[in-house]
Each structure stands twice: as C-alpha cells, then as structure tokens.
C-alpha cells in the first residue's frame, strides 16, 4: 500500500496551505469574534476551486477526487474550521447528491452556480426533534397534481440563510417511515421558505446555522432528486461521504493545534529552559502527533476506498469516529500545554478547542458511528432485529 501523496498531489497540498495561510488564518479571529459569514473568503475558494472541487470540469468544477478533497479540507481547516465547514457541505452534502441522483437538467442547473461560488448549497436533514433518528422526521410534503406542498422545520442547517438552494428531506408518505421520505433542490426565495436566527454557537462562528422553516412551500415536481420515497437511502449515502469531509477537518484542527503547542513550548521557559524539554511537555506532544497520525491515515484510507470506486461506509465511520475524538483530545492537550495562556482568547488553542468539539456530533455523532461500526462487525452473527 502507498502512503505517498502524488507529486501533483503534493503542490496541490502546498497552494492550498499557502492559500489558508495568507487569506484565511489572519482573519479567522476576527470572523470567531463577529460571528460573520466569510463571504469574500468564500468567494476566494471559489476562485481556487474548492467550492467544486469534486465536481467534473464539464459542469464548472475541478474535477479533483476524495484524496484531493481531504488534503484541501486539512489544510483550510488547520487555518479556520468555520470556513471548511462552509466547503465540505457545499461540495459533499449538496454537489455530490445532485451529481449522483440527480437528472441531466438539475446537473446543468445547479453545479456550475455552486461550483463556481455563485451559489451556495445547504443540507437540510435534522429537525428540532429528530437528529439521529431521522427516519422519523416530521417536516411533510403533500402531493399534489404537478407540485408537493411543503411544511415543516429543519434545526442546525449549515449554511442557512446564505444558501441559494436547500436539499430537503421531508416525508411524504410518512407511514412507510425511511422508505417514505423524499429528496427535494428548492431554491432560496421559494414562497414559504425563510430561515430563522442564526444560532450562536461555541465553535465554528463564521459559519451560518439557522433552522429553516417550510410553511405551503410549494416545489414542482421536478425538484424532486432522485425517485420519490429514495430520499432517506440519499441522505445516508451522502453522509457516508460527508463523514470523511469531517474527518479530515479533524485531522486539520488537530494538527493545527500540535503546530501552536509546538512552537508554544519551544519559546515558552520555565525554570530556567525552554517546557519543551520537560517530559510531561513531550509526552502530551507525542500522545497528540500519534493520534492525529491515526485519524489521518483511517481518513485516506476511506478517501482511497471512495476514489477506487470500492465501499467505504464503515472505513469512513472508523475515519470519523477516531478523527473527532483525537482532534479534542489535541485541542485539550494544547490548552494544558498552554496552561493560564491556554484559556484566554488571545491565543489560538481555545478557538481549537471550541472547533473540535462540534467534530463528534455534525454528520453522525460519535455514538452513531460506534453503532455502525459494531453492526458491520456483528451483521454475520446476529438477526436483523438484535443488532440495536
């Protein structure tokens, strides 16, 4: 198995970081402090193709695969999560569905505006009382001839407000449960759509979340995507991507906060020398650079899997699971390294540490992917209906 980043690969990696490092770390404080939307550094990722990038040069993307969207997703989240949070659901949760379900027309439509930055999508899944168990949503969409009338709610939608098109799942026949939910690209400024206030949240404040509200929003027929009733078997298989997105944004807040505790302890001086050289300094350091290395490579390996067209829900899951979870514990780590330091907002780790945590809950919580990871591992030796 190689291990080794292509050449091309390798200076895509580069121009991404110099990218992260000039235009977005200088102001990712200013952005957590304002809660803003970056519109103009979004409209910049655009222009790098970051907003497309898995999307085929033939609908105005950059036609890059899962290994190149998780080394870009690493390196804009080491300078700011909130900006790569914007990306991943732009390119993973929205792009990816259209280009696999959807027809000719909704391809043509809507990937060149939200390739190139002049649209921007949102994923609009959990509601204030389902998240984890969406199969029983309560947001409807009446059929009626040749248009489904909408109403409902959506909680935590990223991107809300700023979007120009929401993909919506909504029951349509609700008494079938998982197999009565259907998929829907409605675009901002449907009569009946609106979002609600922006939330304000620990981490990830320069990202817009809002809940969106449905009340007779009425959609054609032909924002349906995919078949009708295929919307919940949608939703998982994106999220089965999007999962290695957030891994990877793990993986970069991770590491960013390694790089702050490193050069931190090599300047820092306590009794007389540099803490670097204290053991209990080097121990953390190292228990932090083992970990992310982990979740880094369990994240290629799922991007790999993806690009070579083979399955990949469990590895991206394991991805995800150990790439939240050591992101934390380095952000943590960081703080303790930091000490007094670390806890004051004048310093970068505890915007890290608020980062991270939001990695073990968005797009499947850390409990949900123990959960398929031990169904895939009992699916031989257990009935259907033992498996929890």
């Known amino acids: 198995m190689d291990f080794e980043l292509t050449e091309d690969q390798r200076l895509f990696q580069q121009t991404v970081r110099e990218f992260a490092e000039r235009e977005i770390a200088p102001v990712a404080r200013h952005f957590d402090e304002t809660e803003q939307f970056p519109r103009d550094n979004v409209a910049k990722m655009a222009e790098l193709g970051l907003m497309g990038l898995t999307v085929p040069e033939e609908y105005g993307g950059a036609g890059a695969g ?35 379900y959807g027809t000719e027309e909704q391809k043509r439509r809507y990937l060149p505006a939200l390739a190139t930055g002049q649209g921007l999508g949102a994923f609009c899944l959990s509601e204030p009382a389902s998240g984890s168990d969406a199969a029983h949503m309560q947001t409807r969409a009446r059929h009626e001839p040749g248009c489904y009338v909408v109403n409902g709610a959506k909680n935590w939608i990223t991107n809300g407000g700023e979007a120009t098109l929401y993909l919506l799942f ?67 298989s994106t999220l089965d991507g999007g999962r290695i997105g957030i891994a990877a944004q793990a993986v970069g807040i991770g590491q960013a906060a390694i790089d702050a505790a490193v050069r931190y302890s090599a300047e820092r001086r306590a009794f007389g020398q540099p803490i670097a050289e204290f053991e209990a300094i080097q121990w953390m350091l190292a228990d932090m650079h083992v970990r992310i290395d982990q979740a880094r490579l369990l994240t290629y390996r799922a991007a790999a899997l993806k690009q070579a067209g083979k399955p990949f829900a469990l590895e ?50 850390s409990e949900i992917q123990r959960l398929v990871i031990a169904r895939h591992l009992l699916k031989d030796v257990l009935p259907v209906g033992k498996r929890g």
């Open 316 to 365: 991206a899951s394991m991805a995800k699971l150990s790439a939240s979870e050591a992101a934390s514990f380095a952000a943590d780590r960081a703080v303790q390294i930091f000490g007094g330091y670390g806890y004051s907002r004048e310093y970068p780790v505890e915007k890290l540490f608020r980062d991270a945590r939001i990695t073990q809950i968005y797009e499947g919580t």
């Open 170 to 236: 909504a029951a349509t026949e609700p008494d079938k449960g998982a197999r009565g939910v259907t998929a829907f690209l409605i675009d901002a400024g449907t009569p009946g759509l609106r979002p609600g206030a922006r939330e304000h949240k620990l981490g990830i404040r320069a990202s817009s979340t809002t809940q969106m509200f449905f009340e007779d929003c009425e959609v054609p027929e032909s924002a349906v995507l995919g078949e009708p009733g295929q919307g919940f078997k949608i939703a998982m």
């Open 66 to 100: 899962p290994i190149e969207y998780v080394i870009a997703m690493e390196e804009i989240s080491r300078a700011c999560a909130a900006h790569s949070v914007i990306m991943t659901v732009n390119v993973s949760l929205v792009c990816e569905p259209i280009l696999k």
